[in-house]
Nanobody
Framework: QVQLVESGGGLVQAGGSLRLSCAASGSIFRINGMGWYRQAPGKQRELVASITTGGGTMYRDSVKGRFTISADNAKKTVYLQMDSLDAEDTAVYYC???????????????WGQGTQVTVSS
C-alpha cells in the first residue's frame, strides 16, 4: 500500500502565499520523482512543477518565478511554495509520485487526494 497525503491548501488573497506539502508512505522501494498538478473547474489537469530525486526541477511557464518546488528525500516529502498567487491559480492541487513498490520490478505513478487552493481577487 502506498499513500500520498497532501496538506497546506486553503483560501488566500491575491498576492499572497501558500505552501503545499505531500508526504509519501507505505511499501516504497524507490521514488524516481514527485510533482504537483492542478485542475481548475472545467479544465484539464495540468502539470505545475516536478522534481527528480537528483534535484532536477521543471515548471510550467505561468508559475515560473512565483512557485518553487523542493523535496526532502529522507522524509519522502515534496513541497510547493506558491508566492504572488492570483485568481488563475485557483484549482485543486494534486501530488504525484513516480515510484517503485517493494517487491515490484516496475515503477508507476501514484496520486494524492488533492487539496483545494482558492485565490480571491
Amino acid at each position: 500500500q502506498v499513500q500520498l497525503v497532501e496538506s497546506g491548501g486553503g483560501l488566500v488573497q491575491a498576492g499572497g502565499s501558500l505552501r503545499l506539502s505531500c508526504a509519501a508512505s507505505g511499501s516504497i522501494f524507490r521514488i524516481n520523482g514527485m510533482g504537483w498538478y492542478r485542475q481548475a473547474p472545467g479544465k484539464q489537469r495540468e502539470l505545475v512543477a516536478s522534481i527528480t530525486t537528483g534535484g532536477g526541477t521543471m515548471y510550467r511557464d505561468s508559475v515560473k518565478g512565483r512557485f518553487t518546488i523542493s523535496a526532502d528525500n529522507a522524509k519522502k516529502t515534496v513541497y510547493l511554495q506558491m508566492d504572488s498567487l492570483d485568481a488563475e491559480d485557483t484549482a485543486v492541487y494534486y501530488c504525484s509520485a513516480n515510484l517503485q513498490k517493494i517487491g515490484s520490478d516496475l515503477s508507476r505513478d501514484y496520486w494524492g487526494q488533492g487539496t483545494q487552493v482558492t485565490v480571491s481577487s
